[in-house]
C-alpha cells in the first residue's frame, strides 16, 4: 500500500472556481503534513504546512484529519496560475513521502 | 524561504559512467537531505536519507553500490549514480532540512539523460 494516495486528476476548472483536493496516507503515526506545488519540470515548491486545527493562507485553506487519516486542499477563486501539480506530502519519522500529484488546470 | 542548490541542472553522460550530482544549503545548516527520483508523469520517489556524518538509510530496492551518497558536511550532499544504464536516466531532486523547521526545501533537481 502507498504511503500516500491522490486523486491523479485532472481537474480542469474555470478562473473564479473554487477547487478541491484530498490526500489519504496510510500510517497513522505520520508526525507532519504539507502541500506542494509542482510546475512542469520544475522543483516541488512548499505551499503550506497543515496543522490538525486547519490553516488558511489567503485563497488556500488546508485541513487534516488525523481520524480519518486524509488532508485537504481548497482553493478559491482560482487563478490562472494556480495552474501545476499540488503534491501531497507526509513526514513519517524524518522521511518525506509524496503522493502522486494531483494536477489541476485553470482555463480563462 | 530556504535555499537549496543543486548542480548540475541537467546532464547527459554515456552509458557505463558515473555522474556526480551536489546539493547544497546555502543559507541554512542541513543536518538531513533526502534525495528522490521522478520519471514522467509519477511522484517523487524517494531513495535514501541521509544525515551530515552518518551513512545513507536507503529505501528498499535502491541499490546503495549504484547511488552513492555522502553527506560529508552541513551544507552538501552529494549523489554519485555509477555504473549508469539508460533506464537510470530521471529527474533527480535533493531536498534538505534543518532541526529547527519541519517542513523540506529543494534544489532544483537534475535531469539525467543516459545514452
Known amino acids: 500500500r502507498k504511503e500516500v494516495e491522490q486523486d491523479p486528476g485532472p481537474f480542469n476548472v474555470p478562473e473564479g472556481a473554487t477547487v478541491a483536493f484530498n490526500c489519504t496516507y496510510s500510517n497513522s503515526a505520520s508526525q507532519s503534513f504539507f502541500w506542494y506545488r509542482q510546475d512542469c519540470r520544475k522543483e516541488p515548491k512548499l505551499l503550506m504546512s497543515?496543522?490538525?486545527s486547519g490553516n488558511e493562507d489567503g485563497r488556500f485553506t488546508a485541513q487534516l484529519n488525523r481520524a480519518s487519516q486524509y488532508i485537504s486542499l481548497l482553493i478559491r477563486d482560482s487563478k490562472l496560475s494556480d495552474s501545476a501539480t499540488y503534491l501531497c506530502v507526509v513526514n513519517n519519522f524524518n522521511k518525506f513521502y509524496f503522493g502522486s500529484g494531483t494536477k489541476l488546470n485553470v482555463k480563462p | 524561504g530556504a535555499v537549496v542548490s543543486q548542480h548540475p541542472s541537467w546532464v547527459i553522460c554515456k552509458s557505463g559512467t558515473s555522474v556526480k550530482i551536489e546539493c547544497r544549503s546555502l543559507d541554512f545548516q542541513a543536518t538531513t537531505m533526502f534525495w528522490y527520483r521522478q520519471f514522467p508523469k509519477q511522484s517523487l520517489m524517494l531513495m535514501a536519507t541521509s544525515n551530515e556524518g552518518s551513512k545513507a538509510t536507503y529505501e528498499q530496492g535502491v541499490e546503495k553500490d549504484k547511488f552513492l551518497i555522502n553527506h560529508a558536511s552541513l551544507t552538501l550532499s552529494t549523489l554519485t549514480v555509477t555504473s549508469a544504464h539508460p533506464e537510470d536516466s530521471s529527474f533527480y531532486i535533493c531536498?534538505?532540512?534543518?532541526?529547527?523547521?519541519?517542513?523540506?526545501?529543494f534544489g532544483q533537481g537534475t535531469r539525467l539523460t543516459v545514452v
Open positions: 497543515v496543522y490538525s
Open positions: 531536498s534538505a532540512r534543518t532541526g529547527g523547521k519541519s517542513e523540506a526545501f
